[in-house]
């Protein structure tokens, strides 16, 4: 059975997974320098009796190496190697959107799909491209980097330094962050705290619900329509927190989307909710190394 590493900017989860089951699962928090990160995971990694382990992390990944990653400081270092070297062990990273996919066509919604589209909404929107039942990476290894798709022209300014990403206006933290200044220029709510499931749960009864949760399920679905437009692929798959409220939110965006779709795709896409959720990520990691 694969070891499964997810490390993220505040945290690095792993367990040891079986057909899609978590057997255990351990959490503890990222250090702050790099070669504290790498010492913690050849650390775990030599503690793990099988030989096989996963590491999914967020940003640029490609044939092992991190090319960019942001907050946590391991750009440049080619870590499947080095972990490799001081471990002996066989070791695959990848990119964790690209972790999620392969984990839901694998064990999840997507089993039987070798051509799908997989859409994380959590503080920012990730994404990732199967085809063939491959992973593309692309050849810079920035492949399905969709939350950075330009959908608004001097939109506001994105991470990446651009302006008018759709994760820089429709990812639940950027939605909070709009709602958030929205009500500073008085825009009547109720809302005291903002967050999205209060957006949820008051977009029938509170003007600036209402107005935050359209802009999400508005750019949410031309976004989706413009992947849509460009792959063909057969199916969708939605997966992080976002989807946590997706009965709420699906049908709106959908529709969205079913007028931006072009004719011949309408109807034919189908939208999947993904299986993993809160382990998602040490999931899809130990799906690298099967």
Known sequence: MPLGIDVGGTKIAYGEVEN?????????????????II?????????????????????QVK???VLFTPNIP?????????????????????NDA???????????????????IGI?????????????GKIW???????????????MEDGPICGCGSRGCVEAIASPRSIEKWAEIEKQYGMPTIMDNISMVEIMELKDNDTLAKIAYDRFIRYIGMAVANLANILDPEAIVFGGSGVLSWDIWQQDAHAVYERRVLPSLKGQIPWLKARFSNNAGIIGAAALAI
């Open 20 to 36: 899609g089951t978590i057997i255990w699962k351990e959490q503890i928090s990222t250090p702050a320098s790099q070669g504290e």
């Open 39 to 59: 010492q913690t995971l050849k650390t775990i990694i030599l503690s793990y009796k099988g030989n096989r382990i996963g590491i999914g992390i967020p940003g």
């Open 63 to 65: 044939d092992g190496e």
């Open 74 to 94: 391991l750009s440049g270092i080619k870590l499947a190697k080095l972990l490799h070297q001081e471990t002996g062990k066989d070791i695959f990273v990848e």
């Open 98 to 116: 690209n972790a999620f996919l392969i984990a839901e066509a694998q064990w999840g919604v997507a089993q039987g799909y070798k051509n799908i």
């Open 120 to 132: 994380t909404l959590g503080t920012g929107i990730g994404g990732a491209i199967m085809i063939n």
């Open 137 to 151: 990476q692309g050849v810079h290894g920035a492949g399905a980097e969709f939350g950075h798709m330009a959908v």
